[in-house]
Nanobody, 115 residues
Framework: QVQLVESGGGLVQPGGSLRLSCAASSVIFRFYDMGWYRQAPGKQRELVAGISSGSTPTKYADSVKGRFTISRDKAKNTVYLQMNSLKPEDTAVYYC????????WGQGTQVTVSS
């Protein structure tokens, strides 16, 4: 069964940084556009960053543009999300999936931005 495993979340103060990782269990994900999504309490899941199978182009939600950077390492079947200048409104559970989403969601990783 194909799995996506997210990691790297945690509690960080406003203005801080985190780097999320998403490890895919199958090399098939090398051929897919991938995305990082997030879901805050009481809100719908939203795509915050996307990356093509060839690593470019990338795309970002307006709310994270200039602060988040998505990247991928095909050799490691891993997608990353570097998050800088974090704000309390970035608090959410972060997930990765294909873009558009097409496979089972993983457990996600909790990001909490609070002083």
């Amino acid at each position: 069964q194909v799995q996506l495993v997210e990691s790297g979340g945690g509690l960080v103060q406003p203005g801080g940084s985190l780097r999320l990782s998403c490890a895919a269990s199958s090399v098939i994900f090398r051929f897919y556009d991938m995305g990082w999504y997030r879901q805050a309490p009481g809100k719908q899941r939203e795509l915050v960053a996307g990356i093509s199978s060839g690593s470019t182009p990338t795309k970002y939600a307006d709310s994270v543009k200039g602060r988040f950077t998505i990247s991928r390492d095909k050799a490691k079947n891993t997608v990353y999300l570097q998050m800088n200048s974090l704000k309390p409104e970035d608090t959410a559970v972060y997930y990765c999936n294909t873009d558009p989403s097409s496979t089972a969601w993983g457990q996600g990783t909790q990001v909490t931005v609070s002083s």
